[in-house]
């Protein structure tokens, strides 16, 4: 049964940095009527009472009608649906200190894109395990939307995914606007991942352009990197054609080629000769992919995956590889030649990553007693 629009429904929005606030303008000028949860009270008054949030958003004009508190309980209080978009290691803490003002049977959704680290938990999964709500009321939103270009009201799509597709139709009914589309699908897995493992693929992309490398090292990257990112995902029981869609291939376009891009940002600092705590002191907003490089090859090696480029990334960061020396190495140091395999190679020939993927259910069942392990 498709949900009704039901204009002027009361969400909230928690974070008021650059991408809680452009989330709230594209949901009051879609007819909600939305809170923004600002940690700062005086942010909270600029955007309510000035209608900006000059800090994130410079020379935006935010819509009159929406609200900022620095109160969460007044954030939270008969909200339908909650909108979660703080730094991903904050997410956990965050939840606890809003749970006793959730609304019974109220929508959380992350805008989030990265994992805990420690635990390597997506954001639906931090929300599933800290929330005492039905798993069907979680959904996550991804894909090429950088923030300030759509809060200059620049047309852009994004993805709703959640594991009920009633939810992520609620969700997308009141995500939308004359400037935002929102898709739906129920890869939860696919979508998050999408939006964590493109960033690291950007870092990359930094790195190679700060060095001076040109278009050809680029577009090598970023066509090697998206393999990298739908072996990973797959075998973590993503749909590979949420990778080509718009919160996997979509989302690395628009990140890899994108000054705005804070992570293309912090790689780029890093490819000129920066230190890695110099690069984190410059970066004035948050940087997911640096924080998610650890983990996501921690679940790689779980599963088996190889990741060349993000095991390069990572070797940049801890000082141990010349950022010169990534692309030379861009795919793996074996003096075998590969065959490319794309994923219109495996769907063409059923070539060697799905014999990967095999392998890899195979192994994780030996491993787990039999048992393979869901989401
Ligand atoms: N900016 C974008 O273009 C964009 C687009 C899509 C998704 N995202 C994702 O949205 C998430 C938030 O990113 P952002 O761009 O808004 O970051 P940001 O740095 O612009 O803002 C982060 C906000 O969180 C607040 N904050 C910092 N630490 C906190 C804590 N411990 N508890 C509560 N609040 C805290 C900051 O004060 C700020 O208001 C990230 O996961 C990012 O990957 C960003
Ligand atoms: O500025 P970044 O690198 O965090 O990227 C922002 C968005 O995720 C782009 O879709």
């Not at 589309?181 to 999408?194: A, K, Q, W």
Request: charge should be neutral; include cysteine.
């Amino acid at each position: 049964m498709k949900p009704k629009v039901q204009p002027g429904k009361r969400v909230a929005v928690l974070g008021a940095g650059s991408w809680g606030t452009t989330f709230a303008k594209i949901l009051t000028d879609g007819g909600a009527d939305v809170v923004l949860w600002a940690r700062r009270p005086e942010l909270a008054r600029e955007i309510t009472e000035g209608r900006r949030n000059s800090d994130y958003l410079p020379g935006i004009n935010l819509p009159v009608g929406l609200r900022a508190t620095s109160r969460l309980d007044l954030a939270l209080a008969g909200a339908e649906q909650v909108y979660v978009s703080v730094p991903s290691q904050s997410l956990r803490e965050n939840l606890i200190l809003a749970e006793p003002f959730l609304a019974p049977g109220a929508i959380v959704v992350s805008l989030m894109k990265g994992v805990e680290r420690g635990s390597g938990l997506r954001m639906s999964q931090i929300i599933a395990e800290v929330l005492p709500i039905n798993p069907d009321l979680i959904a996550a939103i991804s894909g090429p939307n950088l923030a300030l270009e759509i809060a200059k009201e620049q047309p852009t799509a994004a993805v709703v995914s959640s594991n009920s597709l009633e939810t992520a139709q609620a969700v997308a009914m009141l995500a939308r606007n004359r400037y935002f589309r929102s898709y739906v699908n129920t890869d939860v897995i696919g979508t998050e991942f999408g939006g964590v493992l493109k960033n690291l693929i950007a870092v990359a992309i930094g790195i190679v352009d700060g060095v001076g490398y040109g278009e050809n090292t680029k577009a090598s990257i970023i066509t090697r990197g998206l393999v990298e990112m739908t072996d990973f995902a797959v075998a973590y029981g993503a749909h590979p054609e949420t990778l080509a869609g718009l919160a996997g291939l979509g989302d690395l376009i628009a990140t890899c080629q994108s000054p705005l891009s804070r992570n293309n940002t912090a790689g780029r600092l890093l490819g000129q000769g920066y230190g890695i705590n110099d690069v984190v002191k410059q970066m004035q907003q948050t940087t997911e992919g640096l924080a998610s490089v650890g983990p996501i090859l921690d679940l790689a090696r779980a599963k088996g995956v190889d990741m060349p480029i993000v095991e390069q990334v990572r070797q940049v960061l801890a000082g141990t590889l010349k950022p010169r020396d990534l692309a030379p190495h861009l795919t793996t140091d074996s003096a075998e030649p590969q065959g490319e395999r794309t994923i219109d190679d495996e769907q063409a020939h059923g070539g060697a990553a799905l014999w990967g993927s095999f392998k890899r259910t195979f192994d994780q069942l030996r491993h787990s007693g039999g048992r393979p392990r869901g989401d």
